[in-house]
């Protein structure tokens, strides 16, 4: 790692810094606007969040990429439940994107989340972004969602080889995630005014976050 960044638990006195850049990092990525920042405002009171992965990035002090933790868990068919995690959001400062400093902060974090005994990482990305740092498709784990989908966006990653056996497992995400939109966007509108726009990858977004695997 280049000797000016440095990587370190997040403190509350980063909030701030740190949801203004989720914003700028992700405003009209996905949709119009975005609401990544408004999960990071919430999601740290909620009690399946796990303050030890909540990990900052920094270029000597400046902040410039953040990933956030949450338990999630897995469930077989006999009703077997096993406790794994799930991240997001993770971000990157526009003008550090695609310099290897996500590859830095995802690395680092998997080496902290297996010190803590977990062993399977699940969550919902581009592919793209992902399989280089080892996660695979659902399909390829025999993980699936409640209605027995497997969601071309959904992706895992062992921590611990042959921690999924090959059994089939139900995936269960944390209801932190499920905030409310009317809130999200008053949050949104209290903060320093950003133009909302219509861009390319947003379809690109709404196509794969509804392809499913067969």
């Given at each position: 790692?280049?000797?000016?960044?440095?990587?370190?638990?997040?403190?509350?006195?980063?909030?701030?810094?740190?949801?203004?850049?989720?914003?700028?990092?992700?405003?009209?990525?996905?949709?119009?606007?975005?609401?990544?920042?408004?999960?990071?405002?919430?999601?740290?009171?909620?009690?399946?969040?796990?303050?030890?992965?909540?990990?900052?990035?920094?270029?000597?002090?400046?902040?410039?990429?953040?990933?956030?933790?949450?338990?999630?868990?897995?469930?077989?068919?006999?009703?077997?439940?096993?406790?794994?995690?799930?991240?997001?959001?993770?971000?990157i400062?526009?003008?550090?994107?695609?310099?290897?400093?996500?590859?830095?902060l995802?690395?680092?974090?998997?080496?902290?989340?297996?010190?803590?005994?977990?062993?399977?990482?699940?969550?919902f990305?581009?592919?793209?972004?992902?399989?280089?740092?080892?996660?695979?498709?659902?399909?390829?784990?025999?993980?699936?969602?409640?209605?027995?989908?497997?969601p071309?966006?959904?992706?895992?990653?062992?921590?611990?080889?042959?921690?999924?056996?090959?059994?089939?497992?139900?995936?269960?995400?944390?209801?932190?995630?499920?905030?409310?939109?009317?809130?999200?966007?008053?949050?949104?509108?209290?903060?320093?005014?950003?133009?909302k726009?219509?861009?390319?990858?947003?379809?690109?977004?709404?196509?794969?976050?509804?392809?499913?695997?067969?």
């Amino acid at each position: 790692m280049n000797k000016t960044l440095t990587i370190r638990r997040e403190t509350e006195k980063d909030y701030e810094a740190v949801e203004k850049m989720i914003r700028e990092a992700f405003y009209n990525l996905y949709v119009p606007g975005c609401t990544e920042h408004y999960l990071a405002h919430v999601i740290r009171g909620h009690e399946d969040f796990i303050s030890e992965l909540d990990l900052v990035l920094l270029d000597g002090e400046q902040i410039i990429g953040n990933i956030m933790y949450t338990k999630a868990r897995l469930v077989d068919e006999q009703g077997n439940e096993k406790k794994i995690l799930t991240f997001g959001p993770v971000s990157i400062r526009p003008g550090y994107q695609r310099q290897g400093h996500g590859k830095r902060l995802m690395e680092y974090s998997f080496e902290q989340a297996a010190a803590l005994g977990y062993d399977v990482i699940v969550i919902f990305g581009n592919p793209g972004n992902y399989v280089s740092r080892g996660f695979k498709s659902c399909r390829k784990y025999n993980v699936c969602l409640e209605d027995g989908t497997w969601p071309a966006a959904m992706l895992v990653k062992e921590l611990r080889e042959g921690a999924l056996d090959g059994r089939k497992w139900i995936y269960y995400q944390s209801p932190a995630f499920e905030i409310d939109e009317d809130q999200a966007q008053r949050f949104d509108d209290s903060l320093e005014k950003m133009e909302k726009k219509v861009q390319p990858s947003q379809e690109e977004f709404y196509i794969l976050s509804h392809a499913l695997i067969r």
